[in-house]
């Protein structure tokens, strides 16, 4: 603690007043809860704070700011994106199944005729993508269009190389997969087919530029741009890659433990008084309940 102290105040940092306002209505709250079993030890709300909230923001400023991009041990965009992508495959991808929901909410299976169509429409999508060299949005305005859709239907994230909740028929279509390319999926276990899509990574650039500087969309069901109202380096696919994701986020990840290494070695440069009269006050006695043995 002392040593995120010390960085904190050594790189002039700040908390932002809007985390601050946050931060303190948090603690407020979840101080209610620990009020009773606290105070009784002397540690008041102001402390509480400092030591739980206020530390963990200044925590994470730090580590911000060391590995960013004026920090002592800076990474570069190149690093982070390289890092990234050998641990992470962006996706993208829509699915349809046999079944049918009617007007009653009962399940109606689609005829062969229908489920011959979906079939036939889901390749031609492919190949829009993959011969035509469309983008995908492009697709999802065609599929939306033919199938009379309110809304995007696409499901995108960051898949986990090594551990993934994907539907397995997923993963081994993105595995074969080039950037930029499409491929179709038929699940016969459950008669589902998808199109799956890996986004192209270096679109993670985006995402490392600082969240409040881009109008982003998160939200993995968000409704259908078209192409007068989507930014021309927008789209929901490539933004998704966000979701869960940020500058802080992407460093924390990459280098906590170091940087938790560096806090101790640090930590152990400062010069530190311990207050002997303070801590005398705090005997073992203090915290072991009448009841034990």
């Known amino acids: 603690m002392i040593a995120v102290e010390d960085l904190f105040n050594k790189y002039g940092l700040e908390f932002n007043e809007s985390d601050f306002e946050a931060s303190k209505v948090y603690a407020s709250s979840y101080w209610g809860q620990m009020k009773k079993s606290l105070e009784g030890y002397g540690i008041s709300e102001e402390s509480f704070y400092y030591c739980m909230i206020g530390y963990s923001i200044k925590y994470s400023q ?41 007007a009653d909410g009962n399940s109606v299976e689609k005829t062969d005729d229908e489920w011959k169509k979906a079939h036939t429409d889901f390749n031609n999508y492919v190949k829009m993508i993959n011969n035509d060299k469309k983008d995908y949005k492009d ?21 986990n190389k ?90 924390q990840e990459m280098k906590e433990d170091e940087y938790k290494d560096y806090l101790k070695e640090y930590a152990n440069s400062i010069n530190v008084q311990k207050n002997n009269a303070v801590v005398g006050k705090f005997g073992p006695k203090m915290f072991v309940s009448k009841d034990s043995d």
């Open 162 to 251: 090594e551990s993934s909740m994907l539907a397995d028929e997923v993963k081994k279509a993105l595995d074969g997969l080039k950037e930029g390319e499409a491929a179709f999926v038929q699940s016969d276990e459950d008669d589902q087919i998808y199109l799956v899509y890996k986004p192209v990574t270096d679109s993670i650039v985006d995402f490392l530029e600082k969240d409040e500087e881009k109008n982003t969309d998160t939200d993995s069901s968000a409704a259908v741009e078209t192409s007068d109202t989507a930014d021309d380096t927008s789209s929901v696919y490539v933004y998704d890659l966000k979701t869960g994701y940020s500058h802080l986020s992407l460093l």
């Open 62 to 102: 730090v580590l911000e700011y060391l590995y960013g991009k004026n920090g002592d041990k800076a990474l570069s965009d190149d690093d982070l994106i390289k890092w990234y992508k050998d641990k992470y495959t962006g996706y993208a991808y829509f699915s349809m199944s046999k079944l049918n929901t009617d």
């Open 139 to 159: 697709v999802i305005l065609k599929y939306t269009s033919d199938y009379e859709l309110t809304s995007d239907p696409t499901s995108s994230g960051s898949y």
